[in-house]
């Protein structure tokens, strides 16, 4: 990776309909603050459309793979299919194992996913979808070697825990690490996956609120990741509006601040760690 980039977004959707009339300038603002960024797919369209973008823009990696919601046909999100999504966000993606074993061979994929568990919207019907497609990104990471980006999202209420039910399945099946995207769970959900070697990434929803502060000082910084979720959960200064990778330099000084770490170590140990996991 070039030295002229000191921060990475490891999680954003520049491959996203809300970015059609002005993603080049989008990624040129990232590359001027130094960003690099990994695009990241949801369903086979979005994650070919990921990789085309990596290929094509030096500070840009790509993630493949099928997102929990998009097992099942309820889910349509404007920002992310556009108007036009509707017909193929409908279909309720059954996962071709080998479309996305050939995807992940590409050098400038870095990472299987997003992929997981997502309790948030459940019904009996997808939750083994959800299960079945989750083992099968698992088997892709495993063929080609490289670490999983996870999507786990717990119920808002009750006591079933995605994250529980996601480490049993990565404990026996994963022979990869990776990272939980926008990490959501308490300490003792943190833990197990923290003893497996894998790290956490944070939002710039951590620039207005401190509900995420306990779990980001007992994680240590060598285990932090930061990342935007662009178009979603843009930081302080943008809040309710598009976000952009260029607005990770937020959550880091953020993370700083919460840790009691000087911004630019947070930076410099955060790059190394997203080296060491995606090989960027
Ligand atoms: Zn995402």
Redesign the pocket.
């Known amino acids: 990776m070039s030295k002229s980039f000191s921060y990475i977004d490891i999680?954003g959707?520049l491959n996203f309909a809300a970015y059609d009339s002005d993603r080049e300038e989008v990624i040129e603002r990232a590359r001027e603050a130094g960003v690099i960024m990994i695009t990241?797919g949801?369903q086979i369209d979005t994650s070919r459309k990921a990789v085309e973008l990596a290929r094509t823009h030096e500070n840009m990696y790509a993630a493949i793979g099928l997102h929990p919601v998009h097992t099942t046909s309820s889910h349509h999100d404007m920002q992310e299919l556009g108007e036009g999504g509707k017909d193929f966000t409908s279909r309720g993606e059954a996962v071709d194992s080998q479309a996305y074993v050939d995807l992940a061979r590409d050098p400038k994929v870095v990472a299987i996913g997003?992929c997981g568990l997502d309790y948030y919207r459940l019904d009996d019907e997808s939750i083994k979808k959800q299960r079945s497609t989750f083992e099968a990104m698992i088997d892709v990471a495993n063929e080609v070697g490289k670490p999983l980006m996870l999507?786990i999202r717990n119920p808002n209420e009750g006591v079933n825990s995605a994250y529980r039910d996601a480490y049993e399945i990565l404990k026996d099946r994963a022979k990869v690490k990776g990272d939980l995207?926008f990490f959501a769970g308490s300490t003792e959900e943190a833990r197990p996956f923290l003893d497996l070697g894998y790290s956490f990434s944070f939002t710039g929803v951590i620039t207005f609120t401190h509900d995420y502060d306990e779990v980001i000082r007992f994680i240590p910084l060598d285990r932090l990741m930061t990342e935007t979720?662009c178009p979603y959960v843009a930081p302080k200064s943008h809040r309710g509006k598009r976000n952009e990778p260029a607005y990770v330099i937020e959550t880091v000084k953020a993370l700083a601040a919460i840790k009691s770490i000087p911004e630019d170590a947070v930076a410099k140990q955060v790059m190394d760690n997203a080296e060491r996991l995606f090989r960027v």
Do not use: C, G, L, P
Request: net charge negative; no cysteine; aromatic share 0%.
């Open positions: 999680h959707h990241v949801t997003e999507h995207h979720d």
